[in-house]
């Protein structure tokens, strides 16, 4: 019965960690974004975060939107940086073409840093891609 359950492969969606200018606080910060660099818009995007190692776990985070469209990005949560000494995960589930997709994508812990910045898809800014 298992078998007879066809799960879609997530293409074309990422989780990005950028770091930007905070014009309130003056402050570099590191944002979550979704990103959606395929050519179809993304219905009811579901997201759950959360960080945790052997000793520290975060509380859970949800996010919800209606509708991500084709070849854009929404912001999902600020990174505080006491969490970037964590494993992130972003559980991320949406429709798309009336099929349910779901990943979960993983920031290992100490990977949002300067030094794994690259361009992120459809965003023209550079960032760290979670796995």
Known sequence: MRKDINIPEVADVYVA????FNETHRTDDWNAYIV???DEPLELVL???NGYNEKKKTSLMRHKLQVLPAKSFAKIEFIEDSVLELTNE???????DG???EKTFVFKAGSIKDENK???PSMLKEGVLAE
């Open 17 to 20: 960690a950028v770091k930007e």
């Open 36 to 38: 959606n660099d395929s």
């Open 47 to 49: 997201i759950v975060s």
């Open 90 to 96: 972003f559980a991320v589930t949406y429709f798309l």
């Open 99 to 101: 099929k349910m997709f």
């Open 118 to 120: 690259a361009p992120v």
